[in-house]
């Protein structure tokens, strides 16, 4: 009997680290190809108010500059002036920011930095797309080293972790699998690095997103650019990424109609990570596809190229999520402000609505500005995978992005104008409150105002001088 249950035991086991094993190489793509981590690019919005500081902080970035890198570096002229230039739109390449492990072994029109261990270069781009609106789109290149790292993450064995959990119910345990730890590794490889890249940028200047990354860093719009080889087709891409959703999970994203968009020889896909705050993207590029034309390798083609397609869509549209945050959180101020009118606190109040307005304020900026708003002839014309199923369904990435962030700009406004309107009502009520209350008052000082007038004439008239008849007088 005993010997039956070691036996079953060990069966039972023996079928567990399979399928265990089986769900690690779920992970794996054909031949264990390796994948490579070439940059990731961080998108920055700057408003009006900071743009002396951003031209400060560049100031410093830039300080050691070489005279080579002089005719690159025309952003004062550029940025002091913007909001007098309505709708005009710039675009600002700066000199590259390189770590001080390569002075000496490349070309000196760049700037030296200290930048870890990961990191190669950055490079900054500036586009002004509003009046009041500055956007940086930085992009982090990143040395082999991540690479390596990745890829064992991706091909090592994980084995099960089994954790006790409590509840108001009872206990239970929780098993995470291969393809969730490995998921968990990677992301945070990946965060770990745009926090370090933030932090390096954050001491030369802070716009709205980096100043929001204390709380979650996942608020920084960011695209992680990756390459291998895969099918050129759209058919086939769709049926290769299927076959290989374990090792795209890996990477918290999928391969899907409507949800991934091709150019040329890049795939643009989205984070699907659940406990993320924010939710950002990812660019796979085709190893296989690439030309190096102009370019001294394929790497510097994959990288290199991104360089000319603008994300500022991507930037203006996580802009507005944090919007709809704010808007959130003004109906509970807007309700408080309404208490507030109603108990006569009208000092309290008058702070409130001050709140409020400094809240909106941006937001109704942005709004107006935006339908001026015209994106760049060059953008990257990113389209979704054609579906066999549905052939004549395809969304455009970029034009997609901007009709939602148009709706979403309209839902948000009309929100805003209810909360207002709620406003005025309170106060309008507020106000026939008052004046009734006014009225009452004026009536009972004119009875007063009488009363002491025919006192007055009685005193006059009776020769009453003594006080206390006049008291009685008045009170009985």
């Known amino acids: 009997m005993k010997n039956t249950k070691k036996a079953s035991k060990t069966a039972h086991k023996n ?36 743009i002396q500081k951003l031209i400060h902080g560049l100031d410093k970035l830039y300080a050691k500059a070489s005279v080579a890198s002089e005719s ?93 959990v409590e509840t108001p119910r009872g206990k239970y345990t929780q098993i995470y699998g291969p393809p969730h730890q490995k998921e968990n590794q990677i992301y945070q490889v990946r965060k770990d690095l745009h926090k370090e890249a933030i932090d390096f940028l954050k001491k030369y200047f802070t716009g709205y997103f980096f100043e929001l990354s204390d709380e979650s860093i996942s608020v920084v719009p960011s695209i992680d650019l990756f390459s291998l080889d895969y099918p050129n087709e759209d058919g086939q891409i769709l049926d290769w990424g299927d076959k290989n959703h374990g090792f795209f999970q890996c990477f918290s994203t999928y391969i899907g109609p409507w949800d991934s968009f091709k150019y040329k020889n890049y795939l643009f896909c989205l984070e699907s990570k659940r406990n993320a705050k924010f939710e950002n993207y990812l660019i796979f590029a085709n190893r296989k596809t690439t030309s190096n034309n102009m370019y001294p390798d394929i790497d510097a083609s994959i990288e290199e190229t991104l360089n000319f397609c603008s994300f500022d869509l991507v930037a203006i549209n996580r802009w507005i999520k944090v919007q709809e945050e704010m808007v ?126 025919i006192i007055q004439i009685g005193i006059g008239a009776y020769g009453l001088k003594t006080p206390g008849l006049i008291v009685r007088f008045l009170f009985g």
């Open 15 to 50: 079928q567990r680290d399979s399928f265990v094993r089986s769900q690690n190489e779920h992970c794996f793509l054909k031949d264990k190809q390796k994948i490579k981590y070439h940059s990731f690019i961080l998108l920055e919005i700057v408003p009006l108010e900071r």
């Open 72 to 164: 690159q570096l025309r952003y004062k002229d550029i940025l002091s002036t913007s909001h007098l230039k309505l709708f005009e739109r710039n675009t600002i390449n700066l000199p590259y920011v390189v770590t001080k492990k390569l002075k000496g072994k490349i070309l000196s029109n760049c700037v030296f930095h200290d930048l870890g261990d990961h990191i190669r270069h950055i490079h900054i781009s500036i586009y002004k797309v509003l009046p009041s609106t500055v956007i940086l789109q930085i992009q982090v290149h990143l040395n082999d080293k991540l690479s390596k790292k990745i890829n064992d993450v991706i091909y090592s064995y994980h084995k099960e972790i089994r954790k006790p």
């Open 328 to 453: 959130g959180t003004l109906n509970s101020t807007v309700s408080r402000e309404i208490s507030q009118i109603q108990q006569n606190r009208f000092s309290k109040a008058i702070e409130t609505r001050k709140s409020v307005l400094k809240s909106i304020f941006p937001f109704e900026r942005f709004a107006t500005e935006y339908v001026r708003y015209k994106m760049i002839p060059d953008k990257f014309e990113f389209k979704s995978l054609k579906d066999e199923r549905a052939p004549d369904k395809q969304i455009d990435l970029f034009n997609g992005l901007k009709e939602g962030i148009t709706a979403k700009i309209t839902e948000l406004h009309e929100l805003i104008n209810g909360f207002t309107r709620q406003h005025e009502s309170i106060m309008a009520l507020k106000n026939l409150e008052f004046s009734k209350n006014m009225q009452n008052l004026i009536i009972i000082l004119t009875i007063a105002l009488i009363v002491l007038t």
